[in-house]
């Protein structure tokens, strides 16, 4: 299997501009969680899927994010507009629906907003 | 709500020399432990998970974890760490009924010296 990707690897953008990060998720995968990284946050879990339905989008940090699972196979990550603050790296991870399981993360997107 | 504690944030220890990483978690019944390990630029890789039964884990790398209930605890350990152990390690708590959504302590930052 070629594991969780993402895409892009890494971005930079200019405050105010919309960012859209990429997930596809292992194939079988019914979870798919999006977690933020930072120095001083640290792993932050953003909002998370079952079968394609947001269950617990409490860690999104504002309007501006919005994320999305049109089908298993990919989901997307938005950010509108883009602040400086929200500069990171971007996880996207998936596991099975057997409880428990394994989270598989992926490589990550590097974001920059200047 | 389940918590996670990482107490070491940086970790200095010499090639060849042993390591132990420690991890204490708030949950009121039985967790599901994970430790994942971050190389940098890297995302988070698996190196062993507690779901039940035997206590003590065996995982990759030569990694093992014991969990000890009385103490809420589930300490890493690697009897002889190599210059490549070098790396962020994070311990996570899930719960069954949160699904597979999981809990990540701050992370302990490893350095290895030659």
């Known amino acids: 299997d070629a594991g969780v990707i993402q895409s892009p690897r890494h971005e930079v953008t200019e405050m105010g501009q919309e960012v859209t990060l990429r997930c596809k998720p292992i194939s079988g995968h019914d979870y798919l969680f999006w977690y933020r990284q930072t120095m001083m946050r640290g792993l932050e879990l953003l909002i998370y899927f079952n079968n394609n339905v947001p269950i617990d989008d409490s860690g999104m940090p504002e309007d501006r994010f919005s994320a999305k699972m049109p089908n298993a196979s990919f989901s997307t990550l938005k950010i509108q507009p883009s602040e400086p603050r929200d500069s990171a790296v971007y996880f996207c991870?998936?596991?099975?629906?057997?409880?428990?399981?394994?989270?598989?993360f992926g490589p990550g997107t590097r974001l920059t907003v200047l | 709500a389940q918590s996670v504690t990482q107490p070491d944030i940086h970790i200095t220890v010499s090639e060849g020399a042993s390591l132990e990483l420690r991890c204490n978690y708030s949950?009121?019944?039985?967790?599901?432990l994970f430790w994942y390990v971050q190389s940098p630029g890297q995302g988070l890789q698996l190196l062993l998970k507690?779901?039940?039964?035997?206590?003590l884990v065996q995982g990759i790398k030569g990694f093992e974890a014991e969990f000890k209930r009385s103490q809420s605890s589930f300490n890493l350990r690697k009897p002889s760490v190599h210059w490549s152990d070098a790396a962020e390690y994070f311990c996570a708590v899930g719960a069954r009924a949160a699904g597979n959504k999981l809990t990540f302590g701050g992370g302990t930052r490893v350095l290895v010296k030659p």
């Open positions: 949950y009121g019944a039985t967790p599901y």
């Open positions: 991870a998936s596991s099975t629906s057997q409880v428990p399981d394994t989270q598989y």
């Open positions: 507690y779901f039940s039964g035997d206590t």
